[in-house]
Structure formats: C-alpha cells, structure tokens
C-alpha cells in the first residue's frame, strides 16, 4: 500500500512534534534541510524513538567520498530513506549506495522541479533541454547505479514507471485533494492520480500541516492512496 509521508515543513521541531502529537496515526515523515539545520540529528533520534520513518530529504550532491560519509551518518541516525542528487553521476551515486547499506534506501532527485527547460539547459551549457526526456535518462542512471527510487512529480511518474518497471519506489511530492489550494505548487494531483501513475511514497505537507484537524485529513489521503 503507498505511503503518506507528512513533510514536516514547520519552523520549529517543537512545532513539528506538536504536530505529531496530534496525529497519532502517522508512520513516515520527511525532514528537510531547514528544519535539520535547525534542529539536528537529536530531532531525528527523537522522531526514530516515536517509531516513525525518517525521510531525510537533504539532496546531497558531492564528490563520491563525502556523500558517502553524509550517507554512513544518515543510516547510523536510523533515517530509513534519503535523497541524493542524480546528476553527481554513477561514481557517486554508487559510494552513496554501498554506505547506505540495505537498512537505507536512497532515491534520486533528477531534475529540480524549479527548472524549465532554458533555465536547465543554461545551468548545464545546453540549449533547452526536454525535461522530461532528461529526467528518464536521469532516471536510467540512479536505478542503474543501485538507488531503490526516484522522486518526482506526478506528471513523470507514469513514464518512469514504464520505463523502469514495478520495482523502483517513485516518491511524489505536490499532492492535493480537490479541495486543497495548491500553494506554490504547479504540477499538482490528487493521491488517486500519484497512485494510478505508479507512486509508492506520497509527499504531504501544507494539506495536513495547516488543516484543523490534522489527523482526519491525513486519514483522508491514507484512504484515497489506498
Ligand atoms: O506543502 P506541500 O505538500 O507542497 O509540500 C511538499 C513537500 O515536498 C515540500 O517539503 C517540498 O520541499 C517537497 N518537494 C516538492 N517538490 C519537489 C521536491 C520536493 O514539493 N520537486
């Protein structure tokens, strides 16, 4: 069955426990780069003893050894998923696999979903590039060099998955109920959509963070991704 993983995009992780308190029902949460600034690897000891599953979400893109080591440190925390950038190549994404061991499973972020295609093909010296044919070919290259998965949104999804077969986990952030605004997300779809697609992980932050009752619409998408 596909996963709700609350992203805790909150200013505090005393916030983000407040949080938790009050839906007793979660089993994955993703932690980011501001909130493991902020807080460190004690908020994540803390969120591991509470039983969850740590997705730490810190996009890590740098020459093999010191991804490696930032790897290592991630699976010796107990974080049972995290994120790597596909684009530091096989070399990379290779050490980051052997570090993570089989307790840790690591998925590729490809190409940013803030990129179009002359603002990536600029970045990379290209013309512009097509982006959904890049994200394949990225795609290609983590599952290649050993990654359980990829993250991307739900539009890619259903090509990744085609591509690559039933076994890789494609994580899908940008997911709203009807009802939901979108924010500042632009390619959005329900957990319906994400799942038709092939998505095994669904990425929910604003939807249950600012909701009233935290704990009903997170059981609201747990039934719909069902
Ligand atoms: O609040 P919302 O549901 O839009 O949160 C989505 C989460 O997924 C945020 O933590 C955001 O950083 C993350 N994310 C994303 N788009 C990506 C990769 C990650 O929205 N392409």
């Known amino acids: 069955m596909p996963e709700i993983v609350i992203a805790l995009d909150l200013p505090s992780g005393a916030e983000a426990l407040r949080l938790l ?4 029902e979660a089993t994955w949460v993703k932690v980011g ?3 493991m600034t902020r807080e460190g690897p004690a908020f994540i000891r803390e969120l591991v003893g509470r039983q969850l599953q740590v997705f730490l ?5 740098d020459i093999p050894n010191t991804v490696a080591g930032a790897v290592e440190a991630a699976r010796e925390l107990a974080v049972v998923m995290a994120t790597v950038h596909t684009l530091g190549g096989e070399k990379m994404l290779s050490a980051a696999v052997s570090a993570g061991g089989f307790g840790l499973a690591l998925v590729g972020v490809t190409v940013l979903t803030s990129h179009d295609a002359a603002g990536y093909g600029a970045a990379v010296g290209r013309a512009p590039v097509d982006l959904a044919a890049e994200v394949e070919r990225q795609a290609e290259i983590a599952i290649r060099a050993g990654l359980r998965g990829l993250v991307c949104s739900s539009g890619e999804a259903g090509r990744i998955r085609r591509r690559l077969g039933p076994d890789p986990w494609i994580v899908v952030p940008g997911i709203r109920r009807s009802v939901d605004s979108a924010g500042d997300q632009t390619r959005i779809a329900t957990p319906e959509q994400a799942v038709r697609e092939g998505a095994t992980h669904l990425v929910v932050g604003r939807p249950v963070l600012n909701a009233s ?3 009903a619409v ?3 998408f747990r039934a719909a991704a069902a």
């Open 33 to 35: 780069p501001i909130l």
């Open 218 to 220: 997170f059981r609201e």
């Open 21 to 24: 308190d009050r839906v007793p």
């Open 213 to 215: 009752d935290p704990a």
């Open 57 to 61: 979400d810190l996009k890590w893109h």
